[in-house]
């Protein structure tokens, strides 16, 4: 059994006196959580919020890293840095990363390997976008990505992946739950075609996009669908919890 995993994605938002205040709010709520919980915040509040989740079933997340392990990459963090903070989680190749930074295939990869050798937890982004998905090429899109993000990881029960159809982030248009279900098993079951032996029944995929309070319990409801990546429902104490209680 894969343990259901829902994770916000503050994305640029909440200062670090904001994020303590969100925390505050978010601890009581999710106290019955059967889920791992995590939030993924801006680096720089970092130790606020490792100060504020104490106590709680709230985990440590970062929205990039790094692959190089120090040296002269001005603005960039490195996932020893992560690690030595206590941080167990980060994003790696999140669809605006890719669009607006630059990110490719191949730093994807990098990053991964990288944030998983310093003991990181990597939730590593796949999806299409609109007129990917609109020419039919999504599962093309997909395969493409499976092969190029994934290359050189050992056991992928230490991974964690997030489809995320761009079309569906922060649009309030979500994939139903059954395209969201569909497309997640025709990830899983390339990724156990190419990635044959290394574990990858036991790699968590989680469905990101527009998932918020109302649709989260008809998708965690899906047999594929193993979690959720939460951007704007994340910021909401409220809506937050109701996600990561969707099972109660
Ligand atoms: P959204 O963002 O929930 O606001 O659509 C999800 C994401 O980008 O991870």
New binding site residues.
């Given amino acids: 059994m894969r343990k259901p995993i829902i994770a916000g994605?503050w994305k640029m938002n909440n200062t670090a006196r904001e994020a303590e205040a969100l925390i505050a709010a978010v601890k009581p709520l999710v106290k019955q959580a059967k889920c791992d919980v995590v939030v993924c915040v801006p680096a720089i509040d970092i130790p606020a919020v490792k100060k504020a989740i104490r106590g709680s079933k709230i985990r440590l997340g970062a929205q990039n890293v790094h692959f190089a392990e120090k040296g002269a990459y001005t603005g960039e963090i490195s996932a020893p840095m992560l690690k030595e903070y206590g941080v167990q989680y980060v994003i790696v190749g999140?669809?605006?990363r890719r669009q607006y930074f630059g990110e490719t295939d191949e730093t994807v990869n990098k990053r991964t390997l990288a944030a998983l050798n310093a003991g990181l937890i990597p939730i590593v982004c796949i999806g299409e976008s609109l007129e990917e998905r609109e020419s039919g090429r999504t599962e093309e899109v997909l395969a493409r990505q499976i092969e190029k993000d994934f290359v050189g990881i050992e056991d992928f029960s230490k991974i964690v992946v997030?489809y995320?159809p761009i079309w569906?982030?922060?649009?309030g248009k979500t994939a139903t739950a059954a395209q969201a279900n569909e497309t997640i098993g025709f990830i899983r079951k390339k990724m156990k075609k190419i990635y044959a032996g290394k574990n990858v029944g036991r790699m968590r995929i989680q469905y990101?996009?527009?998932?918020n309070a109302k649709n989260a319990k008809e998708l965690m409801a899906m047999p594929e669908i193993d979690g959720g990546?939460?951007?704007?429902?994340s910021l909401k104490a409220p809506d937050f919890a109701a996600i990561v209680n969707f099972d109660q």
Avoid at 168 to 171: D, K, Q, S, Y
């Fill in positions: 994605n999140h669809s605006e997030a995320e569906a982030i922060g649009t990101g996009g527009s998932m990546l939460i951007g704007g429902a």
